[in-house]
């Protein structure tokens, strides 16, 4: 029998305040025996809001770090989880939106901060300026209303002081906040924008999910040395030859393994068993 993997039960802390858990809770269990609870009361609003009220100050990994590093102050366990999304045009194809998650494990006995991260054109994200009773309905079924939630605010705010109408989730209710919002806005329309908080879309749960897959699957494999979770390529190192003359090309030649928790790493072959580079791409043969 394989033994059990360093995490099969122990606890973890998922800090999230959006219900994550729907997603994350059975890959961790699932694949390496590990329980993800939630702490009772956490605020990661305070780390920044997709609509803006609190700007994120720093970067995502920084951000999903900070988040981990709550939940695991509030219960006092060893091993923290978060996750950090961020919404906007695919970085390879801008013409179509994307959902680009970010997902990290802190485990403070061994020193290790993983993390894993996806980009996933599978997002509902959109939105759309309108006058109160115009016509919606194409958005609507485009941004799957309503068992995706939505946020309406002021096109163009007269004052301050307006907060945004979060989590709507009942045609008669945006109907209502459409109307509200247009008659605070200087050019009478309503900004109608998708809600990204995870427990108001369920493709962003989805997304979730496949990257708490990801990081299981980084997670199940163990250090040779010190047998820590979470051994995986941390780097590549670029030089493969020229199959012609012999010249280093920009192109990857190897692949470098570690393992954060005592610092090994191995520099292995490139996994497609790729030698050598094609003369086209080589800066002698063809400059
Ligand atoms: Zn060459
Ligand atoms: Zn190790």
Same mark, same amino acid.
């Given at each position: ?33 590990l329980d993800v609870t ?15 009220e609190i700007r994120r ?19 006092? &366990? !060893?091993?923290?989880?978060? #996750? %950090?999304?961020?919404?906007?045009? +695919?970085? @390879? /194809? ?19 901060? &993983? !993390?894993?991260?996806?980009? #996933? %054109?599978?997002?509902?994200?959109? +939105?759309? @300026? /309108? ?157």
């Amino acid at each position: 029998m394989r033994p059990a993997h360093p995490y099969a039960g122990r606890r973890a802390v998922l800090a999230t305040m959006h219900g994550k858990e729907a997603a994350i809770r059975a890959p961790f269990r699932d694949g390496l025996g590990l329980d993800v609870t939630t702490p009772d009361h956490i605020d990661t609003d305070v780390f920044g809001t997709f609509t803006g009220e609190i700007r994120r100050e720093k970067g995502i990994k920084e951000t999903a770090v900070a988040k981990a590093r709550l939940g695991m102050a509030l219960t006092g &366990l !060893s091993i923290g989880i978060a #996750s %950090e999304g961020s919404f906007g045009p +695919h970085p @390879e /194809i801008p013409i179509i939106a994307a959902d680009m998650e970010l997902m990290v494990l802190i485990d403070d006995e061994r020193g290790v901060v &993983l !993390s894993e991260a996806l980009i #996933s %054109e599978e997002t509902n994200f959109a +939105h759309i @300026e /309108i006058e109160p009773d115009s016509e919606m309905d194409a958005f609507l079924a485009r941004v799957k209303f309503p068992d995706h939630g939505l946020i309406v605010a002021p096109n163009m705010p007269t004052h301050s002081e307006w907060s945004f109408i979060k989590g709507i989730v009942e045609k008669a209710q945006l109907m209502e906040a459409v109307k509200a919002a247009a008659r605070h806005s200087s050019d009478g329309m309503a900004f109608v924008q998708t809600d990204m908080r995870a427990h108001l879309n369920p493709s962003r749960m989805c997304v979730l999910e496949k990257l708490a897959e990801q990081l299981v699957d980084r997670l199940k494999m163990l250090c040779p040395s010190c047998d820590a979770p979470g051994f995986g390529r941390l780097d590549v190192q670029r030089g493969l030859p020229c199959g012609y003359c012999g010249t280093p090309t920009r192109w990857v030649k190897a692949e470098i393994f570690g393992c954060e928790s005592c610092g090994l790493r191995e520099t292995r072959d490139r996994s497609d068993g790729v030698q050598v580079a094609k003369q086209e791409n080589c800066p002698a043969c063809n400059p």
